[in-house]
């Protein structure tokens, strides 16, 4: 017999015990009845079989037993031999005789009238009729119930595999089809920067800047030199005496500055080296007066000079660089 999808999946929900009291008493009434359906049980059993392999025998502890045995008071009462009665005389009892029949299935026994007086009695054994198989209802509601069940999760099963086999798609989509998606779920074009490392130009000579800072009497007190290319300037000192307490600071006058700008105290030994000119113009730096004044030790407090200049002097060009100018 070829049974359905819903009774091999009931027959196998049976074999792993999954079905409820109800279910499976209706299992076993057909298994009863049909033996094809409990060879199809057995067969699902004994692929099942192997899981119970498994699982490893645990041995209960001694005190499970003796917790048993309270619980049914039985653990301080001995235990007392089992007697039999004894056995009466044999006597033969006739069995009696059946009141009512059983409407559908019949009597056990079919009695037959008593023999009258005159009739003899026949020498052959009397024998009893055949007894009839009870006939076996079920309710096709239980199978249509457990038929509903299992189709359901049979729809999530087919949900489930649609969706992954869908994502599956669109993944495959995005690594080697990006253009075929929708602009939502586009993956966005990566971008990669590379650095492209060029050779460092060749050293162009730079233009070479000096200015003679004299006093009033003549002679240079202090000389200053600029470097074109990278604007940093550095301070000799020639014939100048600092007087105690004092110092001396160099500063930058042009008019296209409204005051003028301290490029800082000149030091005590014999170069001052500043990198304080590369945020200044080159037109500025050209046509600026260079002063020098004595300040208090550390330098002007205010910024701005406190006494006359005393040495001053003028850039002029002494080594031509690429573009004439401090750049």
């Known amino acids: 017999m070829a049974y359905s999808e819903d009774h091999i999946a009931l027959a196998a929900e049976y074999a792993l015990g999954t079905l409820d009291a109800d279910e499976r008493t209706q299992v076993e009434t057909m298994m009863a009845v049909d033996n094809e359906f409990a060879a199809l049980v057995q067969a699902w059993e004994f692929r099942l079989g192997t899981l119970n392999q498994m699982v490893g025998l645990v041995e209960p502890r001694p005190v499970v037993w003796e917790n048993i045995k309270a619980a049914i008071g039985h ?105 075929a998606l929708p602009n939502a779920i586009r993956p966005k074009p990566r971008i990669q920067t590379v650095e492209v490392k060029t050779p460092a130009p060749a050293l162009a000579p730079s233009a070479q800047y000096v200015a003679l800072l004299q006093g009033p009497n003549g002679g240079p007190a202090f000389i200053m030199t600029i470097d074109g290319a990278t604007k940093n300037f550095t301070v000799r000192k020639v014939d100048a005496a600092s007087e105690p307490g004092k110092s001396f600071e160099l500063w930058l006058i042009s008019d296209r500055l409204p ?69």
Do not use: C, H
């Open 75 to 179: 653990a301080g009462a001995p235990q007392t031999p089992l007697v039999l009665p004894e056995t009466p005389a044999a006597t033969v009892t006739p069995p009696p005789a059946p009141t009512t029949d059983d409407p559908e299935f019949g009597s056990a026994f079919d009695p037959e009238p008593p023999p009258s007086a005159g009739m003899p009695q026949s020498a052959e054994p009397r024998r009893l009729p055949e007894l009839r198989q009870p006939r076996v209802v079920f309710d096709e509601r239980n199978v249509t119930a457990l038929s509903n069940r299992v189709k359901r999760w049979r729809g999530i099963a087919s949900a489930a595999t649609a969706i992954a086999a869908a994502l599956l798609v669109t993944l495959g989509l995005q690594i080697y089809r990006p253009d």
């Open 259 to 327: 005051q003028p700008r301290s490029l800082g105290v000149i030091g005590a030994d014999d170069f001052t080296a500043r990198p304080v000119l590369s945020g200044y113009d080159p037109d500025v730096i050209n046509g600026a007066t260079y002063a020098v004044t004595v300040e208090q030790a550390g330098g002007s407090p205010n910024g701005q000079p406190t006494s006359a200049p005393i040495f001053t002097g003028k850039l002029i060009e002494t080594v031509p660089g690429a573009s004439g100018s401090p750049r």
